[in-house]
């Protein structure tokens, strides 16, 4: 105020008002002369004061912004922070993106060194498949590794499979297929397993898990094991249809009556299939055949669900006959 008053009475300023006139000239209350560089002028301050008054205006606005955008960028970088948490020493690390999850299951499946244990409800294999994994497998079993895979009893009319199967038992590999449902696991060495998922909502289909949790990668093998025990060896031969799978006198095959059981509980055909492993168009038919067995002319849910409840095989227990047989 004093260095102003003085401005504004054309009184000379000194080395000792620097740092001074500098202030007054950020606020706006004095500027230059070009024809006279060293004499400050004084500038009117209800201007300089409205313009200080908008900027610091915008500038809050800037802030108030800023501010407002805190809450929801926060939200997300809370759900990077939580699944690193996941990853940080429990044992267990989630992995969302395909490529990832293919690219860590192949790196596993190459540091084998005694043994893999496969579990795929997932129904028959591709070609595309089979040629991957062609060579990681055979070089598997040819250092030595013990190779056992369990298969959905769907896979037995699949040619491709078939092949696979064939090729690789005559390698050393061996198989079994089940027909009721189960997990889908990896285990290498009983020391690392890979799951699917099961925690993060909304997450990719391909999304997994990698457990490395000695406790837990046991108790996924010793489920294994109980799995393996209940299911049939194979060798990759094609099996010839019948309607009886094993129970005396049944008119249904094994695979109808899981799917009528599914189907009777409720679920949609479309996940039934997927949830016996296989496609849609193969449930359909078996639904089809289901007409012929039970001579009705139509294959609605409602009507093949009413025969269903009337026929003795809904009365087979399928796992007594497996463990018979």
């Not at 059981?261 to 409720?266: E, Q, V």
Request: charge should be negative.
């Amino acid at each position: 105020m004093e260095l102003y008053t003085r401005i504004t009475q054309n009184e000379p300023v000194t080395a000792n008002d620097t740092v001074r006139l500098a202030e007054l000239r950020a606020w706006g209350l004095i500027d230059y002369d070009p024809a006279a560089p060293d004499t400050p002028v004084a500038m009117p301050p209800r201007d300089a004061g409205w313009r200080m008054l908008h900027a610091g205006l915008q500038d809050l606005a800037a802030r108030a912004a800023q501010m407002a955008v805190v809450p929801a960028a926060a939200d997300q970088l809370n759900q990077a922070f939580e699944r690193g948490k996941w990853s940080a020493g429990s044992g267990s690390e989630f992995l969302s993106e395909p490529a990832t999850v293919n690219a860590r299951i192949q790196d596993a499946l190459g540091q084998a060194r005694e043994e893999l244990l496969a579990a795929q409800p997932g129904g028959p294999r591709t070609r595309e498949n089979m040629d991957i994994a062609l060579e990681r497998d055979s070089a598997a079993l040819g250092r030595g590794v013990s190779m056992r895979t369990l298969y959905r009893d769907t896979v037995r009319d699949d040619a491709l499979t078939s092949e696979w199967a064939t090729t690789m038992a005559g390698r050393g590999a061996h198989f079994r297929t089940l027909a009721s449902p189960f997990e889908r696991v990896i285990i290498v060495d009983r020391k690392v397993a890979v799951i699917s998922n099961y925690v993060v909502p909304d997450a990719p289909e391909h999304a997994a898990w990698i457990v490395s949790d000695r406790a837990m990668v046991a108790l996924l093998a010793q489920v294994f094991e109980q799995e393996w025990r209940r299911a049939d060896p194979w060798h990759g031969e094609r099996r010839a249809h019948k309607a009886d799978t094993g129970a005396a006198g049944a008119r249904t095959s094994r695979l109808q009556r899981e799917i009528m059981r599914a189907l009777a509980a409720g679920e949609v055909q479309e996940s039934a299939a997927k949830h016996l492993g296989i496609s849609r168009r193969s449930l359909q038919r078996e639904l089809e055949a289901l007409r012929t067995v039970w001579r009705t002319a139509t294959t609605s849910i409602g009507e093949l669900t009413y025969h269903w409840a009337l026929s003795p095989d809904r009365g087979i227990d399928d796992q007594a006959v497996e463990q018979a047989a």
